[in-house]
């Protein structure tokens, strides 16, 4: 089975601190995704990831970054935490290709106070 | 770009009763994803569907997508506290590859006794 981790399943932080998510999975897949999920709003997809060391913006790329390093490894970056950042995040992978599913991490609740 | 409606946005269900949930597209959909999520946690992959008038079961769940391919329902026979979680359907943005999807604002499912 896919298994798709997230370094954290609570977290919090303070306004103004930098703040690291990890994901990693273990199923050589070629694309990653970072989500954020809001009451009312739904998936909102941050940034992916269709290759080592690239990345494409998503849909609410500002206060965000990415990096990934390894094929296995997906991390997403917020620079300078802010309250509005307070959410759930996602981590996905899938395989890529015309009928890749993707396959979600636990997700990390961050609370920035 | 792409929007996906959910209908209802949530509905308390008799244990036993049938039950159906909505996706609806404003555009054609390449492919259209079910998912599943318990409160507080990541995204279970349900089903996957592609062609017009498609339809998939498995268990007690029928995804089934029309011949336009704009819109989606997710039946559920004879529903158990075990269905109960959060649905959302998600789709493909083009017909090039599956790599983003666009996701709807989901629909909360309660089972009472």
């Known amino acids: 089975d896919v298994k798709v981790t997230q370094s954290s399943r609570y977290l919090v932080k303070r306004t103004g601190e930098k703040v690291f998510l990890e994901c990693v999975q273990d199923m050589d897949h070629e694309n990653m995704f970072w989500y954020r999920q809001d009451p009312g709003l739904g998936l909102r997809l941050i940034y992916f990831s269709y290759d080592v060391k690239m990345k494409e913006k998503g849909d609410i790329p500002e206060g965000y970054s990415v990096s990934r390093e390894k094929k296995e490894r997906f991390s997403l970056i917020l620079e300078s935490a802010s309250t509005n950042q307070t959410s759930m995040y996602l981590c996905?992978?899938?395989?890529?290709?015309?009928?890749?599913?993707?396959?979600f991490g636990p997700g990390t609740r961050l609370t920035v106070l | 770009s792409q929007e996906l409606e959910q209908s209802p946005q949530s509905l308390i269900v008799q244990e036993g009763k049938n039950l159906t949930i909505n996706c609806t597209s404003s555009?054609?959909?390449?492919?259209l994803y079910w998912y599943k999520q318990k409160y507080g946690e990541g995204l279970i992959f349900l089903m996957m569907?592609?062609?017009?008038?498609e339809e998939k079961s498995h268990e007690k769940i029928t995804a089934k997508l029309d011949e336009k391919k704009q819109q989606s329902s997710l039946h559920i026979t004879a529903s158990q506290p075990s269905h109960a979680g959060i649905y959302l359907c998600?789709?493909?943005?083009?017909?090039?590859?599956?790599?983003?999807?666009?996701f709807g604002t989901g629909t909360r499912l309660t089972i009472i006794p």
């Open positions: 996905a992978s899938s395989l890529g290709g015309a009928t890749s599913e993707q396959f």
């Open positions: 555009k054609t959909l390449y492919g």
């Open positions: 569907l592609q062609k017009g008038g």
């Open positions: 998600g789709a493909a943005v083009s017909n090039f590859g599956n790599e983003k999807l666009t």
